[in-house]
Every structure is written in C-alpha cells, then in structure tokens.
C-alpha cells in the first residue's frame, strides 16, 4: 500500500545530476549516529557548491554561501529526523539522495518508520496542509519554549516552508522484509536554487 501527501515527485528528469548517500543499520545503530548528521550534511551542502556556479552565470559569494547554509540546514533535519524515526525493530538502510537541476535541488530520504511514528507523521502533514504553515511555526515555537519538545514537534519542516520555501512531499509505503510487514516513509523537499 502506497500513501502520497503533499507535493511528492515521483519521477526525476534523467539528465538532472544526483547523488545517493546510504547509511545501515547494521554495523552502528541509526540512533547513535544521530550525531555524525552534521558531517553528512556539510559534506552534501560542499559537494553541491561546486555546481552552484557555471562559466556563463556570475554568482556572488554571499549568494552561494545562502544556498549553502540552506542545504546544509535541510539535509541536517533530514537525516535528523530519519534516524531519529527509524525503526529500530527492522533492519532498514536510511538513505538520503538529491537531484540537482538548474533552478532546483529535491532532496529525498527515506528511512523504515514504525506505525506509531507513521500515524503522528500523517496528522501532522494534514494539519500542515490544512491550516497556515507560518502560524503553526510561531505556535510550535511557543509552545516548545514553554513545554519542551517532545520529539515530534514538526518544527524543521516548518521551518524548510517557511524559512527556505520550500515544497514538501511523503510517501509511505508498506513493504515486506523478511517475511513481515515494515513501513517505510520518504520525505521530498523541494528547493529553488
């Protein structure tokens, strides 16, 4: 069973320029990498500077450094919230991938989620479709501040919408690994160059 939210791409140009980064959990535990996510992100946000400038397009160094940051940031609360959610009980590779086109880059990973997990990721995506992005951002601020996060406060893909612009997209799907039932979810981001 395949659920789609959101503003998912399914297909990719095949000319665009990508690059697919994988992490198992079977030699050190998703959840205790969770700490070396800084890492990948600035390894992904300075490989992808490289093609941020060509021959004919004049790009300033505060320009590239945005987009840099913007990467760098979206591909930390990616990897972040995919090992942060995984699910430990399944043997699953995270991956994180993009796919760069000369006004875009579209991130997408995907890791296994546990049903719990998957059922507030689905509330919170329709909440997020139904009301404004930029309210929820200044209540979830809010009441992070007076509460604490529970884990589960949606506060980096606010802030992907509404800090970067950007386009977000789920899909869920439910598979069989090793004769049981697993679900997997991949979140898309969309981001103008």
């Known amino acids: 069973m395949i659920e789609v939210f959101g503003n998912y791409i399914n297909e990719f140009p095949e000319n665009s320029e990508y690059l ?7 030699s050190i535990p998703l959840k205790r990498r969770w700490r070396n996510n800084g890492l990948s992100a600035d390894f992904i946000a300075d490989y992808l ?3 941020f400038v060509t021959e004919d397009q004049a790009i300033s160094q505060k320009q590239i450094q945005v987009k840099k940051n913007a990467v760098k940031y979206i591909a930390n609360e990616l990897l972040e ?8 009980a399944v043997h699953y590779s995270t991956r994180i991938a993009f796919h760069l086109h000369s006004d875009s880059l579209i991130f997408h990973v995907t890791n296994s989620i546990n ?27 809010e009441a992070n501040a007076n509460e604490g996060s529970q ?26 690994l090793h004769n049981q039932n697993m679900t997997t979810v991949t979140t898309m981001v969309y981001l103008s160059l």
């Open 49 to 51: 500077q490289t093609f």
């Open 20 to 26: 697919v980064v994988g992490f198992s959990p079977t």
């Open 81 to 88: 919230n995919a090992m942060k959610f995984s699910d430990e």
């Open 115 to 141: 049903p719990e997990n998957a059922k507030k990721l689905k509330a919170f995506i329709e909440k997020i479709e139904r009301e404004d992005p930029h309210d929820l951002y200044f209540l979830q601020m």
């Open 151 to 176: 884990g589960h406060s949606g506060l980096g893909f606010l802030s992907m919408i509404c800090d970067y612009e950007a386009k977000l997209g789920w899909r869920f799907e439910v598979l069989e």
